[in-house]
């Protein structure tokens, strides 16, 4: 792991692959409550064509977790921020839920923007569910308190069944999660509203999403598609929220035909 300051935090990230200027760079961008590693088997699968940076977010993983309420602004300022601090002037990004939510907000960057299991904005009628999680990991057992109910929204039941390391990584991650960071990004993603930007992105778009994903359904990501002119939208079959994780072959497919297609953007 590498950290770079900025926005005077630490954001931690690592690189995959040969640092070589003349390859593209992929970005890739981790769900609330996980960390850069939640991509470990697209950074080994992509890193043979691209310089593949991988970060945590802030208030995830080794990165920063100041105290407060975060919003998608100064989240995207870190993105940018990185980019710079690294010399990577543009780039194809993929963020997966709350990376993705930070992609739309600095979509100007990049080359093309996968958007995964995320969404433009979420209805009022879901505060109660975030004051819920917020007050759940404020008491007295902290992040344990919602890591089951998490990887019940986040893995279809066959999968969860199955176990494995995977699904015992991901419940580490969330549970390692500084509650701090938790809790300012739930802050940003409860007043999630970027429906208006959608239209202003320029660059080739892929959305994808998980069949069976409860968190940000298909419908979301359809909203997205639609709003966005020429975007792609993919159904993967058999995943719910983590859908790279959950069928990473699918997943995986998926993104290198769109990259294919879009190599010299």
């Not at 959950?246 to 035909?257: H, K, N």
Request: negative net charge; hydrophobic residues 45%; glycine residues 10%.
């Amino acid at each position: 792991m590498y950290k770079a300051q900025v926005n005077g935090i630490d954001i931690a990230y690592t690189i995959d692959g040969p640092r070589n200027p003349a390859r593209p760079w992929l970005v890739f961008a981790h769900s609330l409550a996980c960390d850069h590693s939640m991509w470990d088997e697209q950074a080994v699968s992509f890193a043979t064509e691209f310089n593949v940076l991988s970060y945590d977010v802030r208030g995830h993983g080794a990165s920063s977790a100041p105290a407060g309420e975060y919003t998608l602004e100064p989240l995207a300022d870190d993105l940018r921020g990185l980019l710079d601090a690294l010399g990577i002037g543009r780039c194809h990004f993929v963020g997966l839920s709350l990376g993705g939510m930070i992609g739309q907000m600095a979509a100007l960057r990049f080359a093309t923007l996968t958007l995964a299991d995320t969404s433009g904005r979420y209805p009022p009628e879901m505060k109660p569910a975030w004051a819920q999680r917020i007050g759940a990991v404020r008491a007295e057992l902290g992040m344990q308190a919602v890591v089951a109910a998490t990887l019940e929204r986040w893995f279809t039941a066959p999968y969860r069944a199955r176990g494995g390391g995977w699904l015992l990584h991901i419940g580490g991650l969330i549970r390692k999660t500084p509650v701090n960071g938790y809790v300012g990004c739930i802050h940003a993603i409860s007043r999630l509203n970027l429906t208006t930007r959608l239209a202003n992105i320029g660059c080739p778009v892929l959305v994808v999403v998980g069949a069976e994903d409860q968190g940000t359904p298909p419908s979301m990501a359809e909203e997205i598609a639609q709003a966005i002119d020429g975007a792609k939208l993919i159904v993967i079959p058999g995943a719910a929220h983590l859908s790279n994780v959950e069928q990473p072959e699918r997943f995986d497919a998926a993104l290198r035909e769109f990259l294919a297609r879009h190599a010299g953007t």
